[in-house]
């Protein structure tokens, strides 16, 4: 799990110019398309079976690059 905060503090996105908020709506349009599920308070924001295929897949093409 991991919650917003944290993610907001890799340098990778905050070097991109990600804030806070562009990183809550990118969360929630990959919670709707079911990649990850997000909970209030500590429970943060995991990914699921989806999410994890999805971004293996994606690793690979860009480990070919």
Not at 54 to 62: D, F, I, V
């Amino acid at each position: 799990t991991a919650g917003r905060r944290s993610l907001g503090e890799e340098p990778a996105l905050k070097e991109g110019g990600c804030t806070e908020a562009k990183l809550r709506g990118i969360l929630r349009e990959l919670e709707q398309f079911g990649m990850l599920e997000m909970s209030r308070g500590r429970g943060g924001t995991v990914l699921t079976p989806r999410g994890r295929e999805t971004a293996e897949m994606l690793k690979g093409y860009l480990e070919t690059q």
